[in-house]
Every structure is written in structure tokens, then in C-alpha cells.
């Protein structure tokens, strides 16, 4: 019931099985733990994921971000350390590279230009940082600024690095996103910086999603966990920093 229930809607929340079906939290705990030890599911903070299926839907902000958080937080303080005091860095949308930004507020003299309302958010009371919004229209509960206005923005500024998120990369094909809508956006980014960096943990790697966005040569180096297999290795070769987790 939970498996389905997932695979049909993306992201469930505990409580509302807890409140359909009348069963306790620590009830769902248990039988999420076994789903998960069996492969069905993705457990997250406050609820879970289908496992074989993550790539087929944009899931909300928070479960997102909380979902293999520490990996994501040695990510980013790795992508930190490449920037130099006094860069121009643009920060795209997403969980991962919000623990990128994360890692930002120790450096000084910044300018920091992101269409994330929660990196956003993050940066709004770092002095050290001169943040700029592109402007554009939300995407539901994504918190990512999207449209024509937001590619007229970024067309017209020039970053020393960008760094950019993923939902799934693979060798052949390239970088891809769930939806066709931030598509434009992450092209942009990559065209306005001197180094696009893509920021994306080990889960996403040996992935396909619905909308292509780039090809690995057009990225300087993919930042990534220890959790890559030994082929994946292989198969990204130079492109690819493995930060140990």
C-alpha cells in the first residue's frame, strides 16, 4: 500500500498515512524500515520516497534536502573551497546546491546570483555578500525561479564559476532534468560562466530523466561522493572529483 502509494504520487508524507489508516508513527517507522532494507522506498525526514522511480518526479524542497544530507553538506564544502574571495559565483536551484551556498557564507567580498528563493533566503543576512535574485516565476513547492525572464537575466551577466545542480547524470546522454522548464535556466548558467561545476550526489549518477539540459564536455567538473562504483569511475574519468564522505 505504502510502495503504491509512492510510486503514484512521488513524495509521502507519514502523517497523512498515519491519518488515512489510523496506524501510529512508530508502526510507520518499522514498516518503512523494512520497505527500505528491501529496496521499495526512500525514507526521508517526515516521509519517503519510491526508490526505484526518484528521477520521475520533482519532489518538494525539504524532503529533497534532507535526503543524503550529510553527503550533500561535505559537497558543498568541498565546492566552497574553490571559489576565492572577491569571485562572481551563480548558485541554480536545488538541495544540493543549497549546502553549496551553505558553505559560501565564510567567504568574503561575494556576489552570489542564484533563482533558488531558499539559497535566497540562506544568503539575505550574510554582509559579506552582495546576493542578487533573478527574478522569474516559482515552480510549485521547488522554491526555483523559472521563465524568460529568468534566461534574459542570466544572458546578460558574466560569473566566474557557476555551479549547477542535477536530477540524473549519465555518460552518454549527458546531464537531464525532471521537468523541461528549468532546462533553459541551467543552459544559461552554463553559457554565462568562465567554469560550470555540476554539484550532484552519487545517487545520481548512471541516471536518465525526461529532459536533457547538457553533455558532460560542456562541464569543467562533476563533484560527487564516494559511493560511485568502480565503473562509474571509469566511465566519467578526468571530469569527475570524488570528495570521501
Avoid at 37 to 60: C, H, I, M, N, W
Avoid at 76 to 105: C, F, M, P, R
Avoid at 111 to 123: E, K, S
Avoid at 161 to 166: H, N, R, V, W
Amino acid at each position: 500500500m505504502m510502495v503504491e502509494r509512492a510510486r503514484k504520487t512521488g513524495y509521502v508524507p507519514s502523517k497523512v498515512i498515519e491519518d488515512e489508516f489510523g496506524v501510529d508513527s512508530s508502526t510507520i517507522r518499522r514498516d518503512l524500515a523494512r520497505l527500505e532494507a528491501d529496496g521499495l522506498v526512500l525514507r526521508t525526514q517526515g516521509g519517503f520516497l519510491p526508490a526505484e522511480s526518484k528521477g520521475s518526479f520533482d519532489y518538494p524542497y525539504e524532503p529533497r534536502r534532507q535526503f543524503r544530507s550529510s553527503a550533500k553538506s561535505h559537497l558543498g564544502e568541498y565546492a566552497a573551497s574553490l571559489i576565492k574571495d572577491g569571485q562572481t559565483v551563480l548558485v541554480d536551484s536545488g538541495s544540493t546546491t543549497w549546502h553549496v551556498a551553505n558553505s559560501l557564507k565564510s567567504k568574503q567580498n561575494l556576489t552570489v546570483i542564484t533563482n533558488d528563493l531558499q539559497i535566497a533566503l540562506l544568503l539575505s543576512d550574510s554582509s559579506n555578500i552582495n546576493l542578487h535574485v533573478t527574478g522569474g516565476v516559482q515552480v510549485n513547492t521547488v522554491y526555483t525561479l523559472v521563465g524568460p525572464n529568468t534566461v534574459d537575466y542570466i544572458s546578460k551577466i558574466h560569473v566566474d564559476i557557476a555551479f549547477i545542480g542535477a536530477e540524473a547524470v549519465d555518460v552518454e546522454l549527458g546531464v537531464s532534468n525532471v521537468n523541461v522548464i528549468e532546462v533553459p535556466v541551467k543552459q544559461a548558467m552554463i553559457r554565462a560562466a568562465d567554469c560550470a561545476v555540476l554539484v550532484a550526489d552519487s545517487s545520481k549518477l548512471g541516471k536518465r530523466s525526461f529532459a536533457r539540459v547538457c553533455g558532460i564536455e560542456e562541464l569543467s567538473q562533476i563533484i560527487t561522493d564516494s559511493r560511485v562504483t568502480p565503473e562509474q569511475r571509469r566511465a566519467f574519468g578526468k571530469k569527475l572529483k570524488i570528495v570521501e564522505v
